[in-house]
């Protein structure tokens, strides 16, 4: 036995009930209109100098022991090392944190740099560059 349908003496009418309770208008005060200004070229990070070949091993951190000191909280104690290695130097990461890039990449093994490479550590970028040219 199938269920007739039941007719209803209610129907919806959402055209007539939104004409009978429109809400009045709002005048709002005219805001001034704003421009989007490009912003300025940021400032090209700082010069980090490579020491003069078969200098000592620069470490990089916060700790006591590094030779290149950094106050930065992105910066991990044992952060980094740059070693002179054969005809050029070698960053490698000490397992930090945050890392090290060269070049805009995270490595996780040793890379070879040289001035003009862009580095950072944690959040702090530099630009290589020799102490003085080589000969």
Do not use: C
Not at 50 to 74: E, F, K, N, Q
């Amino acid at each position: 036995m199938a269920a007739e349908p039941v007719a209803s003496s209610a129907s919806y009418r959402p055209r007539s009930a939104a004409r009978r309770f429109r809400l009045p208008q709002l005048q709002l005060p005219q805001l001034p209109r704003l421009r989007l200004l490009r912003a300025a070229d940021p400032a090209p990070p700082p010069a980090l100098a490579l020491p003069a070949p078969g200098s000592p091993t620069v470490r990089i951190g916060r700790g006591a022991g590094a030779t290149l000191r950094m106050a930065d909280i992105s910066v991990s104690r044992f952060h980094a090392e740059l070693r002179h290695s054969g005809d050029g130097w070698m960053v490698r990461d000490l397992g930090s944190m945050n890392g090290t890039e060269v070049n805009g990449l995270r490595i996780t093994t040793p890379v070879r740099v040289r001035p003009g490479d862009h580095i950072s550590f944690g959040a702090v970028e530099y630009i290589l560059t020799w102490t003085d040219q080589p000969q």
